[in-house]
Nanobody, 118 residues
Framework: QVHLVESGGGLVQAGGSLRLSCAASKSFFSVRAMAWYRQATGKRREWVASISLGGNVKKYADSVEGRFTISRNNVKNMVALQMNSLKPEDTAVYYC???????????WGQGTQVTVSS
């Protein structure tokens, strides 16, 4: 059974930082590359960053490159997203899931709300 719980969101001023965390079930997490996604109000869910199973390959959307850092802890079955230099356009609900997750066909957790004020 898939279990994904995101946390760490909140309200922050532009230029500030937040660190998101995601706890996943071991059976799901331990065999997959993981990713963060986000969905702003009225927009489609979009991919933000991915990390390989071993943690050595990381990819980022152009919009967050250089500001966000994805990491994973394969002992604790957790993936994190360090977000620096936040901008109002980063405001969204953030979700973790496997890489290339399907909005329609895959299980999604509740997400965590990030709001960046200008």
């Amino acid at each position: 059974q898939v279990h994904l719980v995101e946390s760490g969101g909140g309200l922050v001023q532009a230029g500030g930082s937040l660190r998101l965390s995601c706890a996943a079930s071991k059976s799901f997490f331990s065999v997959r590359a993981m990713a963060w996604y986000r969905q702003a109000t009225g927009k489609r869910r979009e991919w933000v960053a991915s990390i390989s199973l071993g943690g050595n390959v990381k990819k980022y959307a152009d919009s967050v490159e250089g500001r966000f850092t994805i990491s994973r802890n394969n002992v604790k079955n957790m993936v994190a997203l360090q977000m620096n230099s936040l901008k109002p356009e980063d405001t969204a609900v953030y979700y973790c899931n496997k890489e290339s997750a399907s909005t329609r066909d895959d299980y999604w957790g509740q997400g965590t709300q990030v709001t960046v004020s200008s």
